[in-house]
């Protein structure tokens, strides 16, 4: 008798656990299909945009650099190459001055921090600072095994085929806030 009575207590707790088991089973499921957000189009400002596409240009020159180390090439091999790629996409007959309003468009434009200066300018030499980019990887190096340096290497060495193209010369330095660019006709 005592194993009758015994096997319909397991029997009882054993559907009964089941039940409680399969209903909260049930419920997270349940719960899970009607907290999901549907797909959606998001509709980001201006502003989101911009700050979007200048990280999204950031880490993909930073990825660059990264695989062209990994090939062999130092960071300036890879933005001459780069920049050897470009070049031609810039109005030759343009020259000096095509060199000097295009670069300080695509500082502009890359930039979350606009701020821009003309130190000084003549008809044969321009000398502006802009504050610095890429500002994550400076804080956080190396990101994806590349320095800031490395990234200001390239970038350096990215513009110097299309200054050449154009008939001038540039030179790239930095201190703890600027990035200062000189451009001179040749």
Known sequence: ????????IISTNYFTMKKILFSGLALLIAVGITAQEPFKVHKPFIEQKLGNMIGQ????????????????????????????????????????????????????????EPEMQI?????????LK????????????PVFNVTYQEYLDFMDALMAPIAEYLGCTHEMRTDEQWLYITCSKK
């Open 57 to 112: 240009w950031d880490y993909m020159a930073i990825v660059s650099i990264s695989f062209a180390k990994a090939e062999g090439k130092t960071a300036r091999e890879f933005g001459h190459f780069v920049g050897g790629q470009f070049k031609t996409s810039w109005k030759k007959e343009k020259g000096f001055n095509g060199f000097v309003n295009g670069l300080l468009w695509n500082l502009s434009c890359f930039s979350m």
């Open 1 to 8: 008798m005592t194993k009758l009575f015994l096997g319909s």
């Open 119 to 127: 130190i000084s300018q003549s008809a044969d030499k321009v000398e």
């Open 130 to 141: 802009c504050r610095k980019m890429a500002g994550y990887l400076e804080k956080n190096q």
